[in-house]
């Protein structure tokens, strides 16, 4: 009751905007109490308070609102953080979806932007869950809630790109990929395919495997012990297609299915480098619906600057 009355108090907050302002002072007012009544009052009492210094006159706006949790663990968070979760442009649920792994959404914090992380079902955006259905949508004002708050360092060197899409079982095969593979030159990491090195694996995510070709491989294969974690170093549990790999900052980490050990993205000229040593001779060799195989001309191994994104306890 004592949060009702102050949320209609703050309500009158909106009186003040300036007229210019492009999206209606009603429309605020109808987000902010449907806000108050789907569970995320606390982004709903800060509304009316930012609006006049935060909310551009721009003809639409999307809000990933943090839930009330994710504020009693944070606290009522800076205006730089706040900016974070406003979105200059409009943005519905289906659109998000429709974006490519590694697309960027502008927002109102000057030099940041938010990167999609994960598509398919599961859609996040620098690492963090959005919610299945949309608080509000209006057309022009969008809010979509989120588990936590973005964290503004989020692709900076060190930091990882996580991502999941799970694939029903009857799609998931091999046999076609491995064929391919024979047929280009990289038997080796086909052999792998076949000896089901894949079984292990918790899930049926979707997948993006980086294929040394056969002649450099070859000389790095001891006994078969070794196969798995050499093969599971090149694997990374998403699918990243070659044109949504290029498009990635430099410094950001994917992570593989071997424990401890990260791709570093980075550019070298016009030149895609995985590690600082690795290129890809061979992009989009195969894809289908959750994998993508792209080739290259040497193993991975450590990046000569170190990468750490997995706690010692985790793993897949």
């Not at 909310?55 to 706006?61: D, G, Q």
């Not at 998931?172 to 990929?177: D, K, L, Q, R, V």
């Not at 890809?280 to 990468?307: A, Q, T």
């Amino acid at each position: 009751m004592a949060a009702t009355k102050i949320l209609l108090s703050l309500l009158s907050l909106f009186s003040f905007l300036p007229s210019s302002f492009s999206i209606p002072t009603e429309t605020l007012r109808e987000a902010a109490v449907t806000l108050s009544n789907s569970g995320y009052l606390s982004m709903s009492l800060t509304l009316p308070l930012v609006s006049n210094s935060l909310l551009p006159h721009t003809p639409s706006l999307t809000i990933f609102s943090p839930c009330d949790t994710a504020f009693t663990q944070s606290g009522q968070p800076p205006l730089s953080i706040l900016r974070l979760h406003f979105s200059p442009l409009s943005f519905p649920l289906n659109s998000l979806e429709s974006l490519s792994l590694g697309a960027k959404i502008p927002t109102l914090f000057p030099n940041h932007s938010l990167t999609i992380t994960s598509t398919g079902y599961d859609i996040s955006l620098n690492g963090v869950k959005i919610r299945d259905s949309p608080v509000y949508d209006d057309g022009s004002l969008v809010i979509l809630g989120v588990d936590r708050f973005f964290d503004p360092g989020f692709g900076a060197s060190g930091q990882n790109l996580g991502c999941s899409v799970k694939v029903s079982s009857d799609c998931y095969s091999y046999n076609e990929a491995s064929r391919v593979l024979k047929s280009k030159g990289y038997s080796v990491m086909a052999s792998f395919l076949d000896l089901q090195l894949m079984a292990g694996f918790k899930d049926k995510t979707a997948l993006t495997i980086f294929a040394p070709v056969d002649e450099v491989i070859k000389a790095f294969l001891g006994d078969l012990s070794e196969y798995s974690s050499m093969f599971r170093k090149h694997v990374v549990p998403c699918k990243i297609m070659w044109g949504d790999l290029v498009n990635f900052d430099d410094g950001v980490v994917l992570e593989t299915y071997l424990k401890g050990f990260g791709i570093a993205v980075s550019t070298s000229g016009d030149n895609l480098m995985l590690n600082d040593q690795a290129s890809v001779n061979f992009p989009d060799m195969y894809h289908n619906d959750w994998l993508v195989i792209h080739g290259l001309r040497s193993i991975l191994m450590e990046p000569e600057s170190e990468y750490s994104f997995l706690d010692d306890g985790d793993e897949f």
